[in-house]
């Protein structure tokens, strides 16, 4: 076949199997079966082998995944995606209505109304009416980049149908979720593979769609479904309604089920009459969300920091249904954190099977009174781990003794420590349950800083059982690490050395390792330069500590708790056993002496011998400060490769200038006079 008939027939294929697409997973309407489509498929994979230069990002045979990416890459959303207000009452919607009448000045206001879908928000982009880029809402302004995840997405259309007016430019939002059948089928299928189950189609959408390897995600059924453009070049649809046809003219799947309302009542009848299918819809929904319909007086409302004022989510309320509290156990996490859970006989709560929900704390069993035996109404609130909504009172019943928290941690037997309604278990560096957060965050940037000792490879350690302490990862062979998956010779050697590195570390560092509660980063400098050395610190009682100005009650409370559980210090003791020194921090006294004691340090630049949080660690130990700005009252700049405009403020103020060098020496001859 010549050149140019290849890529016709390889256009005509793609654009006949985009229109099946289109027709199954949006319309809902095929019109040829499956068989004939997988030929379809099978041609255009055959062709586009044959000529991998002629593979277009919009072709469906990306649908298929990519190779699997390192990381998410975070990116920055062309607009704020906002959250939105809620409300469950009718006076609450009937409040909203009245505001927008005053805010608007009119008589009568026309809204859109349309399902809250229950999964997560997407920013799709369309450049020419290509599908280039997908990210995930993340924290409103800074998304996760999901686009090959997305591709894989049926319904999602890869190319815009292209007969009405595309604009150059589109971003719209959507969201991803998984139909309840899909959803089932696939905790079937995890589970058969001895998987963990998701607890609801949210958790399983989300999990699905933050993959790294795309293939898996092409295996999870997702769908989208769009419900507002966020940028668009050329001209913007006048109102909500309109922006939906639109969407739905370019092929992007817009809510069918939707109405246009001239008045809060009929919204309010929307409202209704969605909730009493909410059960028969194949898919979770938690509500209705109102949107003022015309864009202009979208505009003229703005918005609140987070949300819009011209829309709201009416929500459901929540789904409760019945059951009997078989069990209470307790829980610990991975803090320490002990947590009552009620086992329940099993029962359907809006499609999803609950046997267990949180008691949250004692306080609120106590103030729910829930005992082992007891009926309870169970609820899910659209999202997270379900609760018991309040006991259910049956008469004649004979209850059982009410609940206890244990004094000890049901997995290692330490003593449990209090914090308000909060108990905890102290046996942090002996307590399996704590074991693998607590190694994390040992080895962790501000902590130990072990490189290669990433969650992986901690979880491995701790279920082979190689590591039960954190003085077990000192005694680590490479034999044992070889056993693990994922290494070989020169990657165990790489992490033992590591792991040797971090023996030597600096006393704020190692306090902040031990993972004390109320211990981070800042208080355990705080201690480090008060008391300077590890035993002084652990001998400290609460009113030497609570002397010190950042230190309250409570942390001088978690200090005591922890050094009194023997076996913390026992667990030192080891650590120091195996080749743990600790350094000396400065003492108070100490560092006002030190000749760089309140001098300003600013950094430009790529430095060689010390990430930055080491050469802060430095400037700090010496009792000197980092900025991040150059000002008259700077007292050093240091100079890296690649300097920025600092460099040349710090000229243009006479501020003395460092290099790498020299400040190593600066700070290294202060290490000398300490020791
Ligand atoms: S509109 C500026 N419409 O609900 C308007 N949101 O709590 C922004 N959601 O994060 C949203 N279905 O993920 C809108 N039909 C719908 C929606 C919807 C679900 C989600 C969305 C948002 C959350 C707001």
Redesign the pocket.
Known sequence: MAHTDILAKLIALRDEIRRHDYLYYVKDRPEISDSQYDQLFRDLLELEQAHPELVTTDSPSQRVGAPPLQELVKVPHEQPM???D?IVEEREVQAFDQRMKRELEAQSIEYSA????DG??VELTYNHGVFTRGAT?GDGTIGEDVTVNLRTIRSLPLQLHAQFNLPDHLVV?G?VYMRLDDFQALNRRITEQSGDAFANPRNAASGSLRQLDSTITATRPLVVTC??IMAVSGTVPPTHWDELETLAQWSLPV?THRRLCTSIDEVMAFHRETESMRDQLPYEIDGV?VKVNRRDWQSRLGMKSRS?RW?I?YKFTPRKEITVVQDIVVSVGRTGTLTPVALLKPVEVGGVTISRATLHNADEVARKDIRIGDTVKVERAGDVIPAIAERVPVSGERRNASFRMPDHCPICGSAVGREGAYVYCTGQLVCGAQLKGAIEHFASKHALNIEGLGKKTVAMLVEQKLVRSLADLYRLTKDDLIKLDGFADRSATLLLESIAGSKLVSLDRFLMGLGIRQVGQHIAKVLAREFGSLDEIMSADRERLQQIREIGPEISESLEVYWSEPRNREIIAQLQELGLQVALGLGSADRRKSPLAGKTFVFTGGLDRFTRDDAQQAVETVGGRVASSVSKKTSYVVVGRDPGSKLDQARALGVTILTEQEFASLIGKEEKEIS
């Open positions: 906002l959250s939105l809620s349309e399902p809250k879908f997560l928000s809402r939002r969201e419900y507002e809510p969300v819009p829309a989510a």
